[in-house]
């Protein structure tokens, strides 16, 4: 059964408290959705395998320890899901990134999809999909379908706020997927926004209200 994990770390949990501030500005805003993206992939990467490997100190030999050559993809929904892809790549650099594109309707709050590309060979990789909000659930379970259907079979979700109303949803449509959460909120208003929120994270990350 897959988990659904919410993050305790105190540096995180500062650092949400920022970007909730509606005083925090654009280049605050996407420096700390970057920082949040790191530390919450330390997080969801703690399960990695690894295997030992014999080399050489510059004193003598010894054995280490490297992650075992497992392939990872980062595969952002767009557009605020691109605010977390520095933050992961900087703790997982040799992954490869997709981009899926959708955004919610205004009125049915539904996800219009408008652009798909991911790795060739997304079939062997283990998927980190990252957006900053989970709020119907809507976009996370299109996108993670749409991933599915291209073969992807291990997927992790990584959000930074979270509603229950999405949290339910993706978990019942996707069981099989564990779910890393920043914080955990109370609930959706009539416009389908997270309360309390942070507001529209693409707006805020790239300026554009
Ligand atoms: C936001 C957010 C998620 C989606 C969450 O994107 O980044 O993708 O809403 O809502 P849901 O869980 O109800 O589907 P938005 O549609 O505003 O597009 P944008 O990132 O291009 O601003
Ligand atoms: N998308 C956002 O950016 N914010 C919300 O609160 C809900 C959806």
Not at 19 to 26: A, L, W
Not at 68 to 86: H, N
Request: proline share 5%.
């Amino acid at each position: 059964m897959a988990q659904t994990i919410i993050m305790t770390h105190p540096l995180i949990k500062h650092k949400i408290g920022i970007i909730r501030r509606k005083e925090t500005g654009n280049r605050d805003f996407r420096a700390l959705v970057s920082e949040i993206a790191s530390l919450m992939c330390y997080e969801a990467t703690k399960d990695l395998p690894l295997e030992k490997v014999a080399i050489e100190t510059p004193i003598g030999k010894t054995e280490v320890e490297e992650l075992s050559g497992k392939k990872l993809a980062i595969v952002p929904i767009l557009r605020a899901g691109l605010g977390m892809v520095d933050g992961m790549l900087n703790m997982i650099p040799a992954a490869k990134v997709g981009h899926v594109g959708l955004y919610r309707d205004e009125s049915t709050h539904e996800p219009i999809e408008y652009y798909f590309k991911i790795p060739e060979d997304i079939s062997q990789r283990e998927v980190f999909v990252v957006d900053p909000m989970l709020a119907t659930g809507g976009s996370a379970v299109d996108a993670i379908t749409m991933l599915k259907k291209r073969g992807a079979n291990k997927i992790i979700f990584m959000c930074i706020i979270a509603a229950p109303e999405g949290v339910a949803k993706l978990r019942s449509m996707h069981p099989d997927v564990d779910i890393y959460i920043g914080a955990l909120d109370e609930k959706l208003n009539d416009d389908k926004y997270i309360v309390p929120g942070l507001g529209d994270a693409g707006d805020r990350i790239f300026g554009t209200k």
